[in-house]
């Protein structure tokens, strides 16, 4: 056969299906068993999908660990990016940025766990998912920091900063 036909809308559910169990399915085994405890045949078995279904989305299991940690917290950070999206002063943004951020990592500590500790068992990769984080954070500071204030190399150390703060905070317990 030289064409694969197309999935079909049941199939296409099926496999946005899989992806989200997968993800699932390894946020819930790094939270018990830690990123050291992870394999993909342990992470397919827990969400019932195929190597096929995880081979197609992942290219390793770093991969796999840092896109459920990502889609588990898009929520958060979109939500805390909002804040200098109001229209308020921004030292008060910043302040209630921070404030969200502390609030909902004490409410999911599993999250608050496997973002600011877990992840850097990962290695090399972890550290360019959290360069990339901090970056896009230290923008939304910066558009909306009064130019006296912030530069874009402030605002990213800053962020740097509160991570590094998250970190130490969430490994002590």
Do not use: N
Not at 25 to 39: C, F, K, P, Q, V
Not at 74 to 97: H, Q, Y
Not at 112 to 138: H, P, Q
């Amino acid at each position: 056969m030289l064409f694969r036909s197309a999935p079909s809308d049941d199939q296409a559910d099926r496999d946005r299906g899989d992806g989200d169990l997968i993800l699932e399915a390894t946020i819930r085994l790094a939270g018990r068993d830690g990123y050291e405890g992870l394999s993909p045949s342990r992470i397919r078995a827990a969400a019932g999908a195929s190597p096929r279904s995880f081979d197609e989305r992942f290219a390793s299991l770093s991969d796999c660990f840092l896109a459920a940690i990502a889609s588990r917290s898009d929520g958060l950070i979109t939500d805390v990016a909002g804040i200098f999206a109001e229209d308020i002063e921004w030292e008060r943004a910043v302040r209630a940025s921070a404030r969200r951020l502390c609030v909902e990592l004490l409410a999911d500590e599993e999250l608050a766990r496997l973002a600011f500790v877990e992840i850097f068992a990962v290695g090399i990769d972890a550290l360019e998912w959290r360069r990339e984080r901090v970056s896009s954070m230290a923008k939304w500071i910066f558009r909306r920091a009064p130019s006296d204030i912030a530069t874009p190399p402030a605002a990213e150390a800053s962020v740097a900063a509160a991570w590094v703060l998250l970190h130490d905070c969430v490994r002590r317990g």
